[in-house]
């Protein structure tokens, strides 16, 4: 099974701090996405990538930054947290090139609950 | 432009009834369709896909989805609930181009009556 896992499940973070969320996946996937998830809101993407130090900024990417350095691994960063980034973030991948069915199915890790004090 | 409706947003069963959670979409031609779970403080699971053919599709737990062309729909159903099945669930429909980007409806959460 294709295994997205996200280092942090949970994090406490005061304002102004730089926060970096891990991402990692185990099956050679050419995708991976973060959202963040808030409730009434459904997900929302931030940031998108399809190759390795490739990025796109997805609905959402004010206040985040990310990196993919590798093909198995996409950090999300916000520079200076904010109480209004106090959110469950949810890292997913996906194979295939994009528009492909394939690409279009994502494999979500567990989330990462953040809260911005 | 595209978008997912999921019009309920909460919905109560009793166990051992039936389930169905609407999904419609607008899109200029036939997507990709899903349905996700989520259970509380976990990340999303795939319980269904369509990409063409049979309109009706079988996932995991016992579910199904049909799609209907006519009606812009992606309805999922379960004959019986069991408490378990008591998640979020989110229809998502995914495009054929190469820039447009998976879009996930708002979600229905679906409560359990013992």
């Known amino acids: 099974d294709v295994k997205v896992t996200q280092s942090s499940r949970y994090l406490v973070k005061r304002t102004g701090e730089k926060v970096f969320l891990e991402c990692v996946q185990d099956?050679?996937?050419?995708?991976m996405f973060w959202y963040r998830q808030d409730p009434g809101l459904g997900l929302r993407l931030i940031y998108f990538?399809?190759?390795?130090?490739?990025?796109e900024k997805g609905d959402i990417p004010e206040g985040y930054s990310v990196s993919r350095e590798k093909k198995e691994r996409f950090s999300l960063i916000l520079e200076s947290a904010s109480t209004n980034q106090t959110s469950m973030y949810l890292c997913?991948?996906?194979?295939?090139?994009?528009?492909?069915?394939?690409?279009?199915?994502?494999?979500f890790g567990a989330g990462s609950r953040l809260t911005v004090l | 432009a595209q978008s997912v409706t999921q019009p309920d947003i909460h919905i109560t069963v009793s166990e051992g009834a039936s389930l169905e959670l609407r999904c419609n979409y607008s899109?200029?031609?036939?997507?990709?369709l899903f349905w996700y779970v989520q259970s509380p403080g976990q990340g999303l699971q795939l319980l269904l896909k369509?990409?063409?053919?049979?309109?009706l599709v079988q996932g995991i737990k016992g579910f199904e989805a049909e799609f209907k062309r006519s009606q812009s729909s992606f309805n999922l159903r379960k004959p019986s609930v069991h408490w378990s099945d008591a998640a979020e669930y989110f229809c998502?429909?995914?495009?054929?181009?190469?820039?447009?980007?998976?879009?996930f409806g708002k979600g229905t959460r679906l409560h359990i009556l013992p």
């Open positions: 997913a991948s996906s194979f295939g090139t994009s528009g492909s069915s394939g690409a279009n199915v994502l494999t």
């Open positions: 099956m050679d996937h050419e995708n």
């Open positions: 990538s399809y190759d390795v130090k490739m990025k």
């Open positions: 899109y200029g031609a036939t997507p990709y």
């Open positions: 369509y990409f063409s053919g049979d309109t």
């Open positions: 998502a429909v995914g495009l054929m181009n190469r820039d447009d980007k998976i879009i």
